[in-house]
């Protein structure tokens, strides 16, 4: 078993939007990185050290996908130190019109494969006495905001419930758990919704600084939820 002398941060979906983002900063602020991505790519920021960058073909939906990055990240680097659980779907429909396969996907994307991943991850993030789960939740995971958002919401209420019940049962461990909820970002999933301009969103590299700050907390400044907006709203 290797180990690596920088940190390591496992990031899924960390091809593009938010995940990008957040894989950029870490790497910059010294991390060893691994990069879950359907298709592995190397990002061309990786050039400036190759050997912090370690690329795993990541799919959500299978159900081995966690433990078998994990075992990779395990004999290469015999470490985790964070894991951002960022990939995610949208499915944009009601809860009345979504059929059983959607609502299905949905749950399995933003839910499940997260909570298979931190499971995977636990030990490791144990060992290292101040490991930190970083979960994409959202706003739709805090309020429902409008009839066509409400298959997300609901998988999004899950995932910030998913990531109070990983604090829980890591806290003894020194493993912190942040759901991190914004409204809007500046990325595919934003655009596809919405007419508004993407400068008027979140910046993904904003939503990184917030992010590498919570993981830099100590474990005695423990933040359970991030919310974070680019418009007024009446409690966020
Ligand atoms: N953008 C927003 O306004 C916003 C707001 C609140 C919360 N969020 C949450 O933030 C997270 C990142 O969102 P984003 O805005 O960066 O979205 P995005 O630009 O649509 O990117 C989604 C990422 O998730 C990956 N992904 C989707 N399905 C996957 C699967 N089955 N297996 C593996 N990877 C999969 C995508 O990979 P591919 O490239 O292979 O599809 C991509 O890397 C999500 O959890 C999202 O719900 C976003």
New binding site residues.
Partial sequence: MGLSSQRVALI????????AAVAKRLFEAGWTVSL????PTLPDWAAADPARVHLFA????DPEAGTDWAADIAAQFGRVDALVA?????VPQTVVDIDDDDMARLLE??VQAPRRLAAACWEALAASGRGRVML?????GKRVKSARSGAYSVS?FAAVGLAHALRHAGFDAGIRATAIC????A????MALTERDSTA?TQ?QDLARVIEMLIELPNEASVAEFCVNCQLEESF
């Fill in positions: 899924s979906g960390a091809n593009r939007g938010i995940g879950g991505m359907r298709r990541y799919e959500a939906t960022n990939a995610g779907i949208m994307v933003n994409l939740g959202s706003l739709s999004k914004p409204g809007f970002v990325t595919d999933m934003a969103m993904p």
